[in-house]
Protein backbone atom coordinates (compact mmCIF):
# COMPACT_ATOMS: atom_id res chain seq x y z
CA UNK A 1 0.00 0.00 0.00
CA UNK A 2 2.91 2.17 0.98
CA UNK A 3 4.06 1.41 -3.00
CA UNK A 4 0.90 3.08 -4.23
CA UNK A 5 1.26 6.07 -1.98
CA UNK A 6 4.63 6.88 -2.69
CA UNK A 7 3.58 6.43 -6.92
CA UNK A 8 0.82 8.34 -6.95
CA UNK A 9 2.30 10.79 -4.85
CA UNK A 10 5.43 11.29 -7.06
CA UNK A 11 2.83 11.45 -10.08
CA UNK A 12 0.37 13.88 -8.61
CA UNK A 13 3.87 16.22 -7.72
CA UNK A 14 4.47 15.94 -11.62
CA UNK A 15 1.73 16.55 -12.99
CA UNK A 16 1.59 19.25 -10.67
CA UNK A 17 5.15 20.51 -12.14
CA UNK A 18 3.95 20.31 -15.98
CA UNK A 19 1.03 21.14 -16.30
CA UNK A 20 1.45 25.19 -16.06
CA UNK A 21 3.54 24.22 -19.29
CA UNK A 22 1.29 22.30 -21.03
CA UNK A 23 -1.26 25.02 -20.60
CA UNK A 24 0.69 27.93 -22.11
CA UNK A 25 1.16 25.15 -25.07
CA UNK A 26 -2.47 25.11 -25.23
CA UNK A 27 -2.91 29.04 -24.97
CA UNK A 28 -0.36 29.41 -27.29
CA UNK A 29 -2.02 27.66 -29.96
CA UNK A 30 -5.34 28.72 -29.36
CA UNK A 31 -4.15 32.14 -29.55
CA UNK A 32 -2.29 31.39 -33.28
CA UNK A 33 -5.12 29.80 -34.10
CA UNK A 34 -7.31 32.69 -33.12
CA UNK A 35 -4.69 35.22 -35.11
CA UNK A 36 -5.00 32.86 -38.07
CA UNK A 37 -8.88 33.45 -38.07
CA UNK A 38 -8.85 37.29 -37.68
CA UNK A 39 -6.15 37.31 -40.84
CA UNK A 40 -8.82 35.40 -42.81
CA UNK A 41 -11.13 37.74 -42.22
CA UNK A 42 -9.91 40.93 -42.26
CA UNK A 43 -8.78 39.29 -46.07
CA UNK A 44 -12.56 38.19 -47.18
CA UNK A 45 -13.58 41.65 -46.03
CA UNK A 46 -11.10 43.50 -47.87
CA UNK A 47 -11.82 41.44 -51.03
CA UNK A 48 -15.87 42.08 -50.58
CA UNK A 49 -14.81 45.38 -50.14
CA UNK A 50 -13.08 45.73 -53.25
CA UNK A 51 -15.58 43.34 -55.16
CA UNK A 52 -18.67 45.75 -54.27
CA UNK A 53 -16.38 49.20 -54.96
CA UNK A 54 -15.64 47.27 -58.44
CA UNK A 55 -19.36 46.67 -58.96
CA UNK A 56 -20.21 50.27 -58.16
CA UNK A 57 -17.85 51.93 -60.54
Same mark, same amino acid.
Not at 18 to 34: Q, S
Given at each position: ??????????? %?????? $???????? /???? @???????? %?????? $???????? /???? @??
Amino acid at each position: MKDVELRLTKE %ITDNTQ $TLPNKFDA /LNAR @LLNGAMVI %IAALIA $TTAGAVFT /LFQL @LK
